[in-house]
């Protein structure tokens, strides 16, 4: 815990820092161009540029903590708003890929650990090894080549709000939630093929099935309880690669989340947009692979034993 | 084991094994050459070579525009055809694996450099060193990798020397970790102690005797992050974010490409296809490695 | 029961009837393919065993003993291949026709096994009622309270202290010992026929493994169940067997009724082994003796007997000839494969003469032999 709140005014800092490290007076994009002297000093005072940095520092700190993020060098409105609007967006496509990645991850891998080597094995192992080779804006365009322009089965741009249309709505989420969700898909089914590989040559799986247990409850009861506990562990990293890759995943299928809020401010120099989202970005992951550490004893009663 | 036939015989009268009970090792018969990683070899050294010899190479200049058009790839001049501008195809390729290959290159080699030494620092020394190294690689490793890279571009101009730095501090957490981990594991062994005894110095110990068992690992480790690193690459310049136009580069000629996906699909599959070769190779040669690695240290 | 049986087989009746077997094991071959070529961890095994009987099964780490188990219970590493010819038999079932649907009803309910570690052979994430109460549900179909009763029944048999609250811990919770008897209750919840220990008491401490033994034992008498016991050691097994199987490099090299291996061992191989287990009557800090070389490697094994290289006896012959497995001249149950046996003309001759030339015909130097 301690470590975690370490860890988090590091991050802070790293955050505040970055908006002094750009280049140039941030009073450029705060006035119209050419403004007089007398004006960017007006400016300065306002925005309290030429208070001591540890006092800037303090004062965002405080507002950040009250959910002010401070307003837009370009619309002028309050960044928390902005990102209240599009957050959703980007993680109904986060959790709808974890789920679609677990849930295509978790039979495929189970089973190509149980008959290594055989037909599903050889398939996963061939689409995976594509699939890692395979970039996600790469295979964002692909799928919108293959299903949007040549098949024209499902829309490829925009998003509809599920309250103005639920069928619409998700049709326009299949594109981006698959792609999103291959890469994870590629190393959950890794990961638990390797390790369900190695639970199921131990004494424990060849005694259940010495007893003459059903196949299935033998994978489910006794090897991949055992074996999702890695899952858990990599979860974490997952949450940060889906956050990265909700950015890609949204510019190229014009999705109005947090990603594409980061880019076009980057491009408009916004940078207090860029400073909130990435101060915002870092927070849950950090707060997710706390709590990852945290549920991972809860899971495993050796764990939970040791520690209570 | 409590097996006492089994206890390794310390007898002096005991006979060395004879000839007939050394064990047999078929001269791997079995073991079959990965040609996968073979070809990844190739392209990637094929690629290496173009990007390094571009000027040199008849090729016209990336950035010509011509009259022709999105012509698609063919035979005859313009062999992987044109842009919209009209700027040949396999030009822009091949100078686009210039950002690529650097960043792979230099951007691991200095993630590695780094990495290595802190870890090593950190695993040997352990305490506070290992306390302070450690919550900076938790630092690094706070933001997502693209988040992260994306916050750097924002406060360095992009270009190709802030993109190689920023590229690098992404990959420093990996190599770190490898680094400690394995510095861990052979700092107990005896050729340690026994350095240790003759009054080697810490810095000695590290580079002569450490170095080489920790540069196996992390050599198989380099081949991966090479290919996470021309993918961070990739996405950023596919973003808009890496290095600025005109420089050709794969990602940003993908963002080109489709913008016109349904009338010229070949210029979005043409640098799809160099995205795919290129971490693929890096992949298969990685997985290669760490074969190698796995039979040469039991780590 | 037993007595019935042996009267069949005395009236040579005992091809016709097939229950005066349990358990016959012919020419079983099961190699594994590896890297470093073919390793014939049991190359030709013929065993056989009758029901109540109990037999050991004795030799080094690495002699076959464990896949023969395994190849037994049709749990074998993928890796593993059984050679055609192969026989196993179960009450007269050809194991290699049964198939992975009737495989089900086999284990667990005619076959069973207790594993080497307690440890890791029982799932550590299931509680110990679970395991034992889903075995009895599927194989004997009893509902969640029969299911529940006979758990705490079996763990009471087994000699567990406090079986109800046992029934509800994880096997973390429990010493070694008492796993092994968790995993004891879990091989004998359904009343087996024939029951394989694979070196039930390795992993357990000294104090442990008699009650272990005597446990096994116990139930076995009470049911009537063949027993294969797996060892390393001839102590564990010499007062609880019928019969011994000596295995070296995967082959069994000497079977014969337990008393009689002790007293009348042929094999020079078992004899080593008889001589390493250490007694209570040598003088203490008496080196403990041990067998010479180390276990053969069966990787595409030269021709000739795989012991000869560590053999005190070993003569030119055996470097050549694979001796067969062959009845001794003084008893139709005692089994050797060995040119040179220990106790005959030919034998003493070859020892002795090893001995005086202080080396073996394979090169292996010899002391001066005390006895």
């Known amino acids: 815990m301690a470590r975690f709140l370490l860890l988090l005014l590091l991050v802070s800092i790293a955050v505040f820092m970055l908006l002094e490290l750009i280049p140039g007076d941030p009073v450029d994009a705060l006035v119209p161009e050419g403004a007089t002297p007398e004006m960017r000093e007006q400016v300065r005072e306002l925005y309290g540029l030429n208070d001591p940095l540890l006092q800037r520092y303090a004062s965002w700190l405080g507002g950040v903590l009250q959910g002010d993020f401070g307003r837009s060098f370009q619309t002028r409105l309050p960044v928390a708003e902005a990102i209240a609007e599009r957050a959703p967006v980007s993680l109904e496509l986060a959790v709808l890929a974890m789920v679609v990645a677990l849930a295509i ?73 698959l792609t999103l969700a291959a890469g994870e898909c590629v190393l959950f089914t890794r990961l638990l093929r390797g390790d369900m590989l190695a639970t199921l040559q131990q004494d424990h799986v060849l005694s259940a099935r010495a007893r003459g247990l059903p196949t299935w409850r033998i994978l489910a009861r006794h090897a991949l309880r055992q074996s999702s506990f890695s899952l858990v562990t990599v979860s974490g990293v997952v949450i940060g690669r889906l956050i990265g890759g909700t950015v890609i995943v949204e510019s190229i299928f014009s999705l109005p989340g947090m990603g594409s809020l980061v880019v076009n401010a980057i491009i408009s120099r916004d940078f207090i947009v860029v400073q909130s989202v990435v101060l915002l970005t870092a927070l849950i992951y950090l707060l997710m692979n706390t709590l990852v550490d945290l549920t991972y004893p809860l899971l495993d009663p050796r764990v939970r034993k040791a520690t209570s | 084991m409590t097996d006492l036939i089994e206890r390794p015989d310390s007898d002096e009268a005991a006979a060395p094994p004879p000839e007939e009970t050394a064990p047999v090792f078929k001269p791997t018969r079995r073991r079959r050459r990965d040609y996968g990683a073979m070809l990844g070899a190739a392209w990637i050294g094929v690629v290496v070579i173009a990007a390094i010899t571009a000027n040199w190479l008849p090729l016209p200049d990336p950035n010509e525009v011509t009259d022709t058009f999105s012509k698609p790839p063919s035979w005859g001049s313009h062999l992987l055809g044109t842009d919209s501008l009209g700027r040949d195809t396999l030009s822009r390729c091949i100078f686009g694996a210039r950002v690529s290959m650097a960043v792979a290159i230099g951007g691991t080699a200095m993630s590695l450099v780094i990495g290595v030494a802190l870890g090593m620092i950190a695993g040997y020394f352990r305490g506070a060193k290992d306390g302070a190294i450690s919550l900076l690689i938790n630092f690094l490793l706070a933001f997502p990798p693209l988040i992260f890279l994306i916050a750097l571009v924002a406060a360095l101009r992009p270009n190709l020397s802030t993109l190689v730095f920023g590229l690098a501090l992404l990959g420093i957490p990996n190599f770190a970790r490898v680094a400690r981990a394995t510095t861990i594991a052979f700092a107990e062994r005896e050729f340690v102690t026994a350095a240790k005894a003759l009054g080697a110095r810490p810095v000695r110990i590290l580079t002569r005797e450490l170095l080489v068992n920790v540069m196996l690992p992390v050599m198989s480790l380099a081949l991966v992050v090479m290919a996470t690193l021309v993918v961070a690459e990739g996405s950023l310049s596919f973003l808009g974010l890496g290095v600025p136009p005109p420089t050709p580069s794969w990602g940003g000629m993908l963002a080109a490409g489709r913008e016109s996906l349904s009338e010229h699909p070949h210029l979005m599959f043409v640098p799809a296809l160099f995205f795919f070769l290129t971490v693929f190779s890096f992949n298969r040669l990685g997985d290669w490695a760490r074969g190698r690695v796995g039979r040469e240290s039991s780590l | 029961m037993s007595v019935g049986m042996r009267v069949d087989r005395v009236n040579g009746m005992a091809e016709s009837s097939p229950p005066a077997t349990l358990l016959e094991v012919r020419e079983l071959k099961v190699w594994f393919d590896t890297s470093r070529g073919m390793v014939r961890a049991v190359d030709g095994v013929d065993l056989s065993l009758r029901p109540g009987e109990t037999l050991g099964v004795v030799g080094e780490s690495g002699s076959g003993k464990s896949v023969l188990s395994r190849a037994i219970m049709k749990i074998l ?119 394989i220990a694979d070196e039930p008491t390795t992993a357990l401490d000294v104090t442990v493994q ?162």
């Not at chain 1, 998003?159 to 981006?176: E, R």
């Not at chain 3, 890791?120 to 299911?147: C, M, N, W, Y």
């Not at chain 3, 048999?157 to 209750?185: C, D, W």
């Not at chain 3, 082994?273 to 040598?282: F, G, K, N, Q, Y």
Request: proline share 8%; charged share 15%.
């Open chain 1, 105 to 177: 991850s978790v039979p495929v891998g189970v089973w190509s650990a149980y008959r290594p080597g055989g037909w599903v094995d050889r398939v996963a192992t061939l689409v995976t090894s594509a699939t890692l080779a395979t970039p996600s804006f790469v295979l964002g365009i692909l799928l919108v080549y293959v299903f949007g322009v040549q098949l024209k089965v499902l829309p490829i741009l925009g998003w509809v709000p599920f309250s103005q249309d639920p069928v619409q709505h998700f049709s326009h989420l299949v594109l981006p939630v």
């Open chain 3, 210 to 371: 008699h009650q272990i033994l005597n446990l096994l034992q116990e139930l076995q008498a009470k049911s009537g169940m063949g027993m294969i016991l797996i060892t390393h050691d001839l102590g564990v097994v010499a007062g609880r067997t019928d019969s011994i199987a000596v295995m070296y490099a995967g082959r069994v090299v000497e079977r014969a009724p337990t008393r009689r291996l002790f007293s009348h061992m042929r094999h020079p191989y078992t004899r080593a082994l008889i001589d390493a287990i250490p007694r209570l009557t040598d003088p203490s800090h008496t080196r403990l003796a041990s067998i010479p070389g180390r276990p053969a490697v069966i990787v595409d094994p030269p021709p000739g007997c795989s012991f000869a290289p560590r053999c005190p006896s070993a003569q030119e012959r055996c470097l050549h000839e694979t001796p067969a497995l062959q009845i001794t001249a003084d008893a139709p149950d005692h089994t050797a494969a060995c040119f040179f046996p220990i106790g005959t003309p030919a034998g003493d001759a070859a020892r002795r003469s090893n001995a005086e030339a202080g080396v073996t015909a394979a090169g292996t130097r010899v002391a001066q032999e005390v006895s």
């Open chain 3, 77 to 195: 590493a993928p890796s593993a291949r059984v050679l055609r010819g192969s026989e196993i038999r179960l009450n007269g079932i050809d194991l290699s026709t049964v198939s992975p649907k009737q495989n089900k009803h086999l284990w667990g309910v005619d076959l069973a096994m207790v594993f080497q570690d307690p440890m890791t052979s029982l799932t550590p994430v299931v509680t110990i009622g679970k395991q034992l109460t889903e075995t009895l549900r599927f194989h004997l179909g009893l509902d969640r309270e029969q299911a529940k009763a006979e758990a705490i029944r079996l763990l009471t048999l087994v000699g567990i202290p406090e079986p109800a609250k046992r029934f509800h811990q994880y096997p973390h919770n429990l010493s070694g010992g008492m796993r092994q008897r968790v995993t004891i209750a879990l091989a004998i919840s359904c009343s087996p026929k024939l029951l």
